[in-house]
């Protein structure tokens, strides 16, 4: 999202609790059954496309930043820019269980991981956060792991009013170490080498 009150850009990967900041930073209003605006999320109200969920984001929820460098060459050239990064076993459980909700013991979730080739637009950084040539296009990078206290560190390095994160859009899930076997584990290994190896992540 774009913030041109905070001169602020979020870089929103998949499954990182951007949600929660985007409605923290006032991208993203969400509305109770009474119309009025609230920031209790409610997934019968609030995924997916609704009418109970107005969008203030400025350009498409995903998109790299790249594309948003693209969208505002001048505000991301003196914008501050911000992502949060997340442990991609973790991240690869809790987007697939997102992408087939119906599926509450993830049968599937193997078959599912071993036919990606890379995850889906928008998930892991390497494809979302860095140029061509390697660059890094972001300021500063929390983790999903810390969120509340990364988020807080942020806003202060930004500039901006301490916000606090309201919990959107979550799965319920068992631990995501549970969903893997020694294969399935290694496909993601070698998958997202490039991220673990970047922000220091294990299984």
């Keep these: 999202m774009i913030d041109h009150q905070r001169k602020l850009i979020f870089v929103h990967l998949r499954r990182t609790a951007g949600n929660s900041i985007e409605v923290a930073?006032?991208?993203?209003?969400?509305?109770?059954?009474?119309?009025?605006?609230?920031?209790?999320?409610?997934?019968?109200?609030?995924?997916?496309?609704?009418?109970?969920?107005?969008?203030?984001?400025?350009?498409?929820?995903?998109?790299?930043?790249?594309?948003?460098?693209?969208?505002?060459?001048?505000?991301?050239?003196?914008?501050?820019?911000?992502?949060?990064?997340?442990?991609?076993?973790?991240q690869l459980v809790s987007l697939y269980l997102r992408l087939s909700p119906h599926d509450h013991h993830a049968v599937n979730f193997k078959p599912w991981l071993f036919s990606l080739k890379r995850p889906a637009h928008g998930t892991l950084p390497f494809c979302s956060l860095f140029d061509t040539r390697g660059s890094l296009l972001v300021d500063y990078i929390g983790k999903y792991e810390n969120i509340a206290d990364d988020f807080s560190r942020i806003c202060d390095a930004c500039g901006i009013e301490n916000l606090a994160l309201p919990e959107t859009n979550k799965s319920f899930k068992r631990h995501y170490r549970d969903y893997y076997d020694p294969a399935s584990r290694e496909f993601v290994r070698k998958l997202c080498d490039a991220e673990i190896n970047e922000f220091g992540y294990s299984f």
């Design 25 to 90: 930073l006032g991208g993203i209003t969400l509305l109770g059954r009474d119309g009025e605006p609230t920031l209790d999320w409610d997934n019968a109200l609030h995924r997916g496309k609704t009418p109970f969920k107005i969008d203030n984001r400025g350009h498409y929820i995903h998109d790299t930043a790249t594309a948003i460098r693209n969208q505002f060459p001048e505000e991301f050239s003196s914008y501050k820019k911000f992502t949060i990064v997340r442990n991609p076993w973790d």
